[in-house]
């Protein structure tokens, strides 16, 4: 999978800077769905009639764990630099509403730092 930069037309080196951290966001992003992608695939077990079935292996699932952790916070590195769900979409193949879930509860983390004071109310 090849997954294409966007650049748009600015002037000077600006643009080229611009460019260069979208496309590294890019990178990392395709990197972090790539690794849950085969943190997920070691959990489930292909071979035999009733398959496929959940491997209950407790280190292979926590791997799976942090690979989904580590994406998320690509996700949310992403959707500040500026991409849209549609673009985390077309990166990571994950299911729109997942994308969509997972900035609404970035979102909602972030509205809680901002507002400690609720919490205490």
């Given at each position: 999978?090849?997954?294409?930069?966007?650049?748009?037309?600015?002037?000077?080196?600006?643009?080229?800077?611009?460019?260069t951290?979208?496309s590294?966001?890019?990178?990392g992003?395709?990197?972090?769905?790539?690794?849950?992608y085969?943190?997920?695939?070691?959990?489930i077990?292909?071979?035999?009639?009733?398959?496929?079935?959940?491997?209950?292996?407790?280190?292979?699932?926590?791997?799976?764990?942090?690979?989904?952790?580590?994406?998320?916070?690509?996700?949310?590195?992403?959707?500040?630099?500026?991409?849209?769900?549609?673009?985390?979409?077309?990166i990571?193949?994950?299911?729109?509403?997942?994308?969509e879930?997972?900035?609404?509860?970035?979102?909602?983390?972030?509205?809680?730092?901002?507002?400690?004071?609720?919490?205490?109310?």
């Amino acid at each position: 999978m090849r997954v294409v930069t966007e650049q748009h037309e600015s002037d000077g080196a600006s643009g080229e800077a611009d460019a260069t951290i979208t496309s590294a966001v890019e990178r990392g992003l395709f990197k972090s769905a790539l690794d849950f992608y085969g943190a997920a695939e070691a959990v489930i077990d292909y071979r035999g009639l009733d398959r496929p079935r959940l491997r209950f292996d407790l280190e292979r699932l926590q791997s799976v764990r942090a690979a989904m952790g580590a994406l998320e916070r690509r996700i949310e590195i992403a959707r500040r630099a500026g991409l849209s769900t549609e673009q985390i979409v077309g990166i990571t193949r994950l299911d729109p509403e997942m994308v969509e879930r997972i900035v609404a509860r970035q979102r909602e983390r972030a509205a809680l730092v901002d507002e400690p004071a609720a919490l205490v109310e």
